[in-house]
């Protein structure tokens, strides 16, 4: 079992930053972790994803305005997001994908983050 722990959502105005914590409470054998979205209505999305050696992966909404990092000591994750927009505007859930063999997800409990125009 893995708890992730998410904080940092709030409202922001258009073209302002927000940064996303997101901390596991094990490390061992995560494959990767990161952060997925979902607006009303819509599906969840992929928005970042990190591996322990640091490669990411973005969706081609977060390329150039949003950062994902990792600290490995503290099995934590940030996303810094800059330049949002109101398109943003989702829960933010942190995930991680766990697993020596087979991998499963665990989700964190979902942060609110609202960017008014």
């Known amino acids: 079992q893995v708890q992730l722990v998410e904080s940092g959502g709030g409202l922001v105005q258009a073209g302002g930053s927000l940064r996303l914590s997101c901390a596991a409470s094990r490390s061992s054998f995560i494959k990767t972790m990161g952060w997925y979205r979902q607006a009303p209505g819509k599906q969840r999305e992929l928005v970042a994803l990190?591996?322990?050696?640091?490669?990411?992966n973005y969706a081609d909404s977060a390329k150039g305005r949003f950062t994902i990092s990792g600290d490995n000591a503290k099995n934590t994750v940030y996303l810094h997001m800059n330049s949002l927009k109101p398109e943003d505007t989702a829960v933010y859930y942190c995930n991680a994908r766990v697993g020596q063999f087979t991998a499963r997800d665990y989700w964190g409990q979902g942060t609110q983050v609202t960017v008014s125009s």
């Open positions: 990190i591996t322990p050696t640091g490669n990411t």
